[in-house]
């Protein structure tokens, strides 16, 4: 076992006052914590096969495509408005700390196919739903959400409730 928040700097009033941010740099750097975070969440995946995984950009990107690597699924991007340079949906979010919008090409993800979703940070929870959103209107199933930590008084499990989450630490 891996005590992870050694690997978590956590920085005050980034970037606003008030944030505390987490930050997973010292965690990319150190190979051995990011074999234990991507060993973790395969270890308490649903057994069925996983077509693609989502990665939230663009910190969600790193352990997204070291999970579809390693489940021999296709890797699919959610974009910052913007980004993507084929046909997108859209959906607007907030998040801790702004808002934004988020996009998905619309042919990344098929009907019916099983869809792990993964960010770095659930904090308020409003990334999340909006990439679990997209997922779903292009008519995907989505078999887990999970995140490297929680900030847990923000209660951003409640936005994906009716998902099954994993998440490795949390704060
Ligand atoms: N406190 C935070 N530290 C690091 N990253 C954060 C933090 N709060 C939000 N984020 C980033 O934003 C989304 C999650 O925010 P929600 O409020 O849950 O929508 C995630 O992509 C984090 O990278
Ligand atoms: O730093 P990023 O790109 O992961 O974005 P955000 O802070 O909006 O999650």
């Given at each position: 076992?891996?005590?992870?928040e050694?690997?978590?700097?956590?920085v005050?009033?980034?970037p606003?006052?008030?944030?505390?941010?987490?930050?997973?740099?010292?965690?990319?750097?150190?190979?051995?914590?990011?074999?234990?975070?991507?060993?973790?969440?395969?270890?308490?995946?649903?057994t069925?096969?996983?077509?693609?995984?989502?990665?939230?950009?663009?910190?969600?990107?790193?352990?997204?495509?070291?999970?579809?690597?390693?489940?021999?699924?296709?890797?699919?991007?959610?974009?910052?408005?913007?980004?993507?340079?084929?046909?997108?949906?859209?959906?607007?979010?907030?998040?801790?700390?702004?808002?934004?919008?988020?996009?998905?090409?619309?042919?990344?993800?098929?009907?019916?196919?099983?869809?792990?979703?993964?960010?770095?940070?659930?904090?308020?929870?409003?990334?999340?739903?909006?990439?679990?959103?997209?997922?779903k209107?292009?008519?995907?199933?989505?078999?887990?959400?999970?995140?490297?930590?929680?900030?847990?008084?923000?209660?951003?499990?409640?936005?994906?409730?009716?998902?099954?989450?994993?998440?490795?630490?949390?704060?």
């Amino acid at each position: 076992m891996l005590d992870l928040e050694k690997y978590i700097r956590v920085v005050p009033d980034f970037p606003k006052k008030g944030i505390s941010y987490k930050d997973i740099s010292p965690l990319l750097m150190h190979p051995e914590a990011v074999e234990f975070c991507v060993d973790e969440f395969v270890k308490n995946l649903p057994t069925m096969q996983i077509d693609k995984v989502v990665g939230v950009e663009s910190r969600g990107f790193f352990f997204a495509m070291l999970l579809a690597q390693k489940l021999k699924a296709g890797f699919v991007p959610v974009r910052k408005k913007g980004k993507l340079p084929y046909k997108v949906l859209q959906e607007a979010y907030d998040l801790e700390y702004g808002n934004d919008w988020l996009e998905i090409h619309q042919d990344a993800i098929l009907p019916n196919e099983n869809v792990l979703v993964h960010d770095d940070v659930l904090a308020t929870g409003g990334t999340a739903r909006a990439a679990c959103n997209l997922v779903k209107r292009l008519e995907g199933e989505i078999v887990q959400c999970n995140f490297l930590l929680e900030i847990k008084a923000l209660n951003g499990i409640e936005q994906i409730k009716q998902y099954p989450t994993q998440v490795l630490l949390s704060y």
